[in-house]
């Protein structure tokens, strides 16, 4: 069972900035690609942002433009680069493997956007 730590959340104004980070394994981050998920109250939880265990990023919806996911190998961690945030962005946020593996959900970041 992987480990995985999310930290970095907060409240924020509409407009405001937000840098999550998941500290993953070595193993994670070269063998799998890894993705930023986020759940909203009452709503699914969905992929924001992946990345391939080469580094190429992926963005499959709204956050395009606004969220930068990155990673940093030598420290094994992967980053949520939040800008320009909406109060629809308010949700749970959780790195995972994509496709994400069920017994590597963690606690997750609160991420709170005021308008």
């Known amino acids: 069972q992987a480990q995985l730590v999310e930290s970095g959340g907060g409240l924020v104004q509409a407009g405001g900035s937000l840098r999550l980070s998941c500290v993953a394994s070595?193993?994670?981050?070269?063998?799998?690609?890894m993705g930023w998920y986020r759940q909203a109250p009452g709503k699914q939880r969905e992929l924001v942002a992946s990345?391939?265990?080469?580094?190429?990023?992926s963005y499959p919806g709204s956050v395009k433009g606004r969220f930068t996911i990155s990673r940093d190998t030598a420290e094994n961690t992967v980053y949520l680069q939040m800008d320009n945030l909406k109060p629809e962005d308010t949700a749970v946020y959780y790195c995972?493997?994509?496709?994400?593996?069920?017994?590597?959900w963690g606690q997750g970041t609160q991420v709170t956007v005021s308008a």
């Open positions: 995972n493997v994509n496709p994400p593996d069920r017994q590597c």
């Open positions: 070595r193993t994670l981050l070269s063998r799998y690609f």
């Open positions: 990345i391939t265990n080469r580094g190429i990023p």
